[in-house]
Structures are given as C-alpha cells and as structure tokens.
Nanobody, 124 residues
Framework: VQLQASGGGLVQAGGSLRLSCAASTSTFSNYNMGWFRQAPGKEREFVAAIRWNGGITDYANSVKGRFTISRDNAKNTAYLQMNSLKPEDTAVYYC??????????????????WGQGTQVTVSS
C-alpha cells in the first residue's frame, strides 16, 4: 500500500488547510486511517484517527474542536480538515493506515503504512 499525502502549505494563524491522503489499494476500507505530525526537535505525535468503517473518530486534545478527520472509501482517500490553525500546529504531517484494534489507534506502532509527509507551516 502506498499513501500519498498532499495539501500542506503556509498559512497565517487562524487560517485553514485541508490535507488529503490517497491510498493505492482496493482494500482501503479495511484500514483504520491516522494522521500524525512531527515538529522540529520533537517526537512524532498522534493527531487524529478514523476507524475503517468511518463510524468512529478520535483526536488529540490539542486539536479537538479544530481538526476534522474524514474518509471517502469510494475514492480511497482520507482527509484532515484543519481550522483555526495555530503556530504550534507547524509540523510535517503524515498519514498512515493499519488494521490494529481501535484501542491502539493513538500509537504509531500499530500502523503498517506511512505516507511521505506534507509540511504545514502556520505563521503568527
């Protein structure tokens, strides 16, 4: 499975971006999808996840209420809508997929495949 992330860029604080993650697999609907991010000098951290059937989502406390994860299984694509962006959201954002138990959704260990990352920069 190959994942292609896109949609990153430079935006002012308070602005919005929409990240996309296109998967090259016909079994996309079998995978939980996740977004992680890594800022310079920091460890990679969980941002959001959506269960394989799209019925359940979860978010890091730092983005809850501002970010929305979604998926379109017919298009083999996941999305991360980011609103009210803050400078501390600046990072490389990675999409990932896995078939782990939902209880392990926030750990990067359970995810099988990773995209190349897309840079998000929020200026103050």
């Amino acid at each position: 499975v190959q994942l292609q992330a896109s949609g990153g860029g430079l935006v002012q604080a308070g602005g919005s971006l929409r990240l996309s993650c296109a998967a090259s697999t016909s079994t996309f609907s079998n995978y939980n999808m996740g977004w992680f991010r890594q800022a310079p000098g920091k460890e990679r951290e969980f941002v959001a996840a959506i269960r394989w059937n799209g019925g359940i989502t979860d978010y890091a406390n730092s983005v809850k209420g501002r970010f929305t994860i979604s998926r379109d299984n017919a298009k083999n694509t996941a999305y991360l809508q980011m609103n009210s962006l803050k400078p501390e959201d600046t990072a490389v954002y990675y999409c990932t997929c896995g078939r782990q138990a939902w209880g392990s959704r926030t750990s990067d260990v359970g995810y099988y495949y990773w995209g190349q990352g897309t840079q998000v920069t929020v200026s103050s």
